[in-house]
């Protein structure tokens, strides 16, 4: 899972729309993602910060609502990552 987090964010470099767009049918509203999504949502804001800032509004006004969701702490944390 790691390895194909990695793929899609050395892909998402240059690729974002086309990442994103595969990415975020994995992140649907109320429902808690799987760790790797939102770590990949992460890893891409790091790599391409331009990219994801049109995003923004659809991956924040999804994740919020969701926080009180996540009762693991590995979860906790990536979502503060």
């Known amino acids: 899972q790691q390895a194909a987090s990695s793929v899609l964010v050395a892909v998402g470099r240059r690729f974002i729309n086309r ?3 595969e990415v975020l049918t ?3 509203p109320g429902v808690l993602p799987h760790y790797f999504v939102v770590q990949t949502f992460a890893d891409l804001a790091v790599a391409n910060v331009f990219g994801m800032v049109p995003f923004l509004n659809s991956i924040l006004g999804t994740m919020l609502p969701m926080l009180g ?3 693991q702490d590995p979860m906790k944390s990536v979502f503060c990552y």
């Open 19 to 21: 990442v994103m767009e």
């Open 26 to 28: 994995k992140f649907q």
């Open 69 to 71: 969701m996540a009762k």
